[in-house]
């Protein structure tokens, strides 16, 4: 008798996979779930591809995302046998944040228009000491 141990692997390209293998005697059981809600083993649908194997006293399985998850989506890997329970929980976040590029170019005008607002005021601030300067006779200078 052993307890459910968990080796696991993520890996994203075009898609994201990740595999989860259990090791326990009696072999144990695997279950995805995402965002709380149980994918089944050896399903398909549009976006989530799940497929799982046994091969005592191993029991693995993958799963690949086609699509971006929702926001703060968790996916889970869950193995258990009479002995024990183990599981992986991950957060996904999407790929690309749409936020992005709109925060960035605001941050830039901002940081644009207050660094001319400083060069300005500088400026003006100088304008006096250069024009003393300038109004010195030759021989202060």
Excluded at 25 to 48: K, L, Y
Excluded at 52 to 61: F, G, H, K, L, Y
Excluded at 78 to 84: A, D, F, I, L
Aim: glycine letters at 6%; one cysteine or more.
């Amino acid at each position: 008798m052993a307890p459910a141990r968990l080796l696991y692997s993520c890996s994203l390209e075009k898609t994201l996979l990740c595999s989860c293998s259990f090791y326990g005697i009696p072999t144990p059981s695997v279950q995805w779930w995402m965002g709380g809600a149980p994918m089944g083993a050896n399903s398909v649908d549009s976006s989530v591809h799940v497929t799982s194997t046994i091969i005592a006293p191993w029991a693995n399985s993958t799963i690949s995302l086609t699509e971006q998850p929702k926001m703060s989506t968790s996916l889970l890997c869950e193995g258990k046998n009479q002995n024990g329970t183990h599981a992986l929980s991950i957060l996904l976040m999407p790929r690309k944040s749409s936020f992005l590029p709109q925060t960035f170019m605001k941050g830039l005008i901002q940081g644009v228009v207050y660094g001319a607002i400083a060069a300005s005021l500088l400026f003006f601030c100088l304008i006096p000491l250069i024009t003393a300067y300038l109004k010195l006779p030759e021989k202060a200078r």
